[in-house]
């Protein structure tokens, strides 16, 4: 199982970024969604979450409100800005760049 200081520097921002692009998610579910699309090949701890949400919401791509969830608990609902959403598109733009030329060196003989 890959875990967040496996990945490529950035992909954790990405991943976040993409997440809460559908809907406003709090911490806890937005590392369970990546878990579950990547069916558990992605794990990412509390550690590697929260100040990754930090940073985030320092930069403007991400702002954050107290909401109740499911379970009746107040937790920090993040949401993408429009900062952020043009911060995702060019950071999808970035990885399909080097996703495709790491496949082409991967493919190389």
Do not use: C
Not at 5 to 17: A, E, K, P, V, Y
Not at 93 to 108: D, F, M, P, T
């Amino acid at each position: 199982m890959s875990r967040p200081s496996d990945m490529i520097q950035g992909t954790l921002d990405l991943l976040i970024l993409k997440t809460i692009s559908i809907e406003p998610k709090h911490g806890w579910a937005i590392a369970k969604r990546i878990e579950q699309v990547s069916e558990e090949a992605l794990q990412i701890t509390q550690g590697a979450l929260y100040p990754a949400l930090h940073r985030l919401e320092q930069q403007g791509w991400i702002t954050a409100e107290w909401r109740e969830t499911d379970t009746g608990r107040e937790a920090k609902f993040y949401r993408l800005t429009k900062a952020g959403a043009k911060q995702l598109k060019q950071e999808l733009a970035q990885w399909e760049r080097l996703s495709n030329a790491i496949g082409l060196v991967i493919r190389a003989v």
